[in-house]
């Protein structure tokens, strides 16, 4: 460093302005960080549309496990709404663009829609089990592949998604114990 202040080391623009080398330069493989951010893009997807899912039960579950189930609901719709920034931003650092359109949503989820016709309150319970099952899934498939590429923020993602998930799935599970 100059007295100035100045990295004599660091390249500079004609303007004087430091250059900012092209790509990104993080020690993850431009292919690795391809194929991190596709995973993330289904788990995005996911917990979109687990989102709506569970969102549409909460306006329209009724029975004797109104007051519950609505609470419960909002309790879960408001934690999947937390999650997607913080997997669309992950997406994003790795360089890649995070999807977030409905069609774009549809075409990567695993899950299907929500029932046109909203269903009795256990049939809620079970379609919400097998969402947040199937978005544990999504998270893990994609686990091996960040623990490889030395992902840690990924994974370290990945890993509370998975414990989210897993946890909710089997507190719903256990709604439907008679």
Do not use: C
């Not at 690795?32 to 969102?55: F, N, P």
């Not at 709404?81 to 890649?96: C, K, M, S, T």
């Amino acid at each position: 460093m100059t007295k100035q202040g100045k990295d004599k080391s660091q390249k500079t623009k004609s303007d004087g302005a430091p250059q900012v080398p092209a790509g990104i330069h993080i020690g993850i493989s431009d292919e690795d960080r391809a194929a991190i951010a596709k995973g993330l893009s289904a788990l995005l997807a996911d917990t979109y549309t687990l989102y709506l899912t569970t969102h549409n039960f909460h306006w329209n579950v009724t029975g004797p496990m109104f007051n519950t189930l609505h609470t419960m609901f909002m309790a879960q719709y408001t934690e999947l709404w937390n999650a997607v920034d913080p997997v669309a931003e992950r997406i994003r650092a790795l360089g890649h663009h995070a999807p977030g359109s409905y069609a774009q949503f549809g075409k990567l989820t695993s899950l299907p829609d929500a029932p046109a016709q909203p269903p009795k309150a256990l049939e809620m319970v079970r379609i919400l089990v097998q969402g947040h099952e199937a978005v544990a899934r999504t998270a893990r498939q994609l686990f091996p592949r960040a623990d490889k590429a030395g992902d840690e923020p990924t994974a370290d993602l990945l890993t509370q998604r998975l414990a989210v998930h897993e946890q909710t799935a089997w507190m719903l599970r256990s709604l439907l114990e008679e």
